[in-house]
């Protein structure tokens, strides 16, 4: 005859930080190690490229497994001139981007993929409805273009912390290019 254990608060204490150390011990040791010189979410290597194609959609299911793929796949196959109610979320996005633009002259808009160093993408995930006001919340990336000569698919270098509130993801990033480009 088999029968639960229960455990008391002293116990608990134990049992759950033993429990937490071995947890993310057995998924680091599942993880392949990276290129030693890449950092995760970094834009050093858009430091110096200028063209930028700013794209906002909305995707259907997300595959939590290779989410970078994916993200990949739903730019390449938008379109970059949005529609809709996409088109007020592009808006107030790229009036931020311009402000940034005509401060700095670090960067320009490029009007398709074709012309464009990387992609800056929003991924639309819902509306939030605030006080009879509508604020759009998704995940921003930046996407790397690949190169077909050194054979590097295109990849997210960089992505927002959460879900945020369009205007703020878009400033989040334009922290970090300033700190990057060291603009003040």
Known sequence: MSSFHILTKGALFVVFPIALVL????????????????????????RNKRRALLV????????????????????????????GRLRGVYGLMAKKLNSYIRKYRSLSAAQDLSEADYVISFNLVEYRRILNTTYPYGELFVIAKGTPETQTP???????????Y????IGDLIKELKLLRGES
């Open 56 to 83: 906002v959609f909305r995707s259907g299911v997300v595959d939590a497994g290779n989410a970078e793929s994916l993200i990949i796949d739903q730019v390449l196959k938008s379109d970059p001139t949005p529609s």
């Open 166 to 169: 369009a205007g703020d993801a």
């Open 23 to 46: 947890g993310v011990s057995a998924r680091r040791a599942g993880q392949t190690p990276g290129p030693i010189n890449s950092t995760p979410n970094s834009l050093v290597e858009i």
């Open 154 to 164: 295109p990849r997210v270098i960089w992505r927002g912390k959460k879900v945020l």
